[in-house]
């Protein structure tokens, strides 16, 4: 990352923190990295070491992460942003809460905010890189449908890979439902149900989309083992813990939302309720 400059990495990477850190304070959107001369040459790793500077950044001020959102598991919307893998980014007990009915939320802080259905996990040991899916349901607590708010602190949702990843993985809030528990005699169940489910959403009721669980990488399980792989081979970010919440990344497409509307979803193939939130 910067090496035409000779600077050091975490350098770099704690400047860069701190520049989207203090835009997104501000609600000020800013320049692309990818677009800057100086920043033209911010690669995925690079821009992982902006999420461990923006990590330290937002404990010192005494934020504290709970999980990890993926993003751009959904393959059908790869195309439409220009990004054709997935990213993964933090989630604080700033931005990750539970989704209390008849929920009013505020878009003020959020920059060009859309919205996203996921399904969550809740970790209750720490998972394997070399785990396959009916091995990680093992390390799963709980399942859980949420909504995501993404946000961008770039314009117009122009931006390249390591942007996104650089950007706070995208991830502005996350609004979580009621939490399902796992026992043994319930997994095989799970396991089967996560694979061939579908989420509908609406908003003020009437439908704009429908996604099904393939749209994930497959399946929600397989977009766990795609992080828990991605992390293996990162130097600079932990591994996945137990207690950790993952959301899984959206079903269906992602889409903007004003103050004054109400989105609601309909779970079908899945023990899980729909959930409702409601913009101001």
């Given at each position: 990352?910067?090496?035409?400059?000779?600077?050091?990495?975490?350098?770099?990477?704690?400047?860069?923190?701190?520049?989207?850190?203090?835009?997104?304070?501000?609600?000020?959107?800013?320049?692309?990295?990818?677009?800057?001369?100086?920043?033209?040459?911010?690669?995925?790793?690079?821009?992982?070491?902006?999420?461990?500077?923006?990590?330290?950044?937002?404990?010192?001020?005494?934020?504290?992460?709970?999980?990890?959102?993926?993003?751009?598991?959904?393959?059908?919307?790869?195309a439409q942003y220009g990004v054709y893998a997935p990213i993964w980014g933090d989630m604080y007990d700033?931005?990750?809460?539970?989704?209390?009915?008849?929920?009013?939320?505020?878009?003020?802080?959020?920059?060009?905010?859309?919205?996203?259905?996921?399904?969550?996990?809740?970790?209750?040991?720490?998972?394997?890189?070399?785990?396959?899916?009916?091995?990680?349901?093992?390390?799963?607590?709980?399942?859980?449908?949420?909504?995501?708010?993404?946000?961008?602190?770039?314009?117009?949702?122009?931006?390249?890979?390591?942007?996104?990843?650089?950007?706070?993985?995208?991830?502005?809030?996350?609004?979580?439902?009621?939490?399902?528990?796992?026992?043994?005699?319930?997994?095989?169940?799970?396991?089967?149900?996560?694979?061939?489910?579908?989420?509908?959403?609406?908003?003020?009721?009437?439908?704009?989309?429908?996604?099904?669980?393939?749209?994930?990488?497959?399946?929600?399980?397989?977009?766990?083992?795609?992080?828990?792989?991605?992390?293996?081979?990162?130097?600079?970010?932990?591994?996945?813990?137990?207690?950790?919440?993952?959301?899984?990344?959206?079903?269906?497409?992602?889409?903007?939302?004003?103050?004054?509307?109400?989105?609601?979803?309909?779970?079908?193939?899945?023990?899980?309720?729909?959930?409702?939130?409601?913009?101001?």
């Amino acid at each position: 990352m910067n090496s035409a400059t000779g600077k050091d990495t975490d350098d770099v990477a704690d400047t860069l923190a701190q520049e989207i850190l203090r835009a997104a304070d501000s609600h000020r959107q800013i320049a692309p990295f990818s677009t800057r001369t100086s920043g033209a040459d911010l690669d995925l790793a690079g821009a992982y070491r902006v999420t461990a500077a923006l990590r330290r950044l937002r404990q010192a001020r005494g934020e504290l992460p709970v999980g990890r959102k993926i993003g751009f598991t959904n393959r059908t919307i790869w195309a439409q942003y220009g990004v054709y893998a997935p990213i993964w980014g933090d989630m604080y007990d700033t931005t990750l809460r539970p989704l209390e009915p008849g929920a009013l939320i505020d878009l003020g802080p959020y920059l060009e905010p859309r919205l996203e259905p996921e399904i969550a996990f809740g970790l209750g040991r720490a998972p394997d890189p070399a785990m396959d899916e009916t091995a990680l349901l093992d390390c799963i607590d709980w399942v859980a449908h949420g909504f995501e708010i993404v946000h961008s602190v770039f314009p117009g949702w122009r931006f390249a890979a390591a942007d996104t990843v650089a950007g706070f993985g995208l991830h502005g809030a996350y609004r979580i439902g009621p939490r399902h528990r796992l026992t043994p005699a319930t997994r095989p169940g799970w396991r089967a149900q996560l694979e061939q489910f579908e989420i509908v959403l609406a908003r003020d009721g009437v439908e704009i989309d429908r996604g099904s669980a393939a749209n994930v990488l497959g399946g929600p399980l397989s977009a766990l083992r795609h992080l828990v792989q991605l992390l293996a081979a990162d130097p600079v970010n932990p591994p996945l813990a137990a207690g950790e919440i993952v959301t899984t990344g959206t079903v269906t497409r992602a889409f903007p939302v004003a103050a004054g509307e109400s989105w609601r979803t309909s779970v079908i193939g899945l023990p899980i309720d729909g959930i409702e939130i409601r913009f101001a």
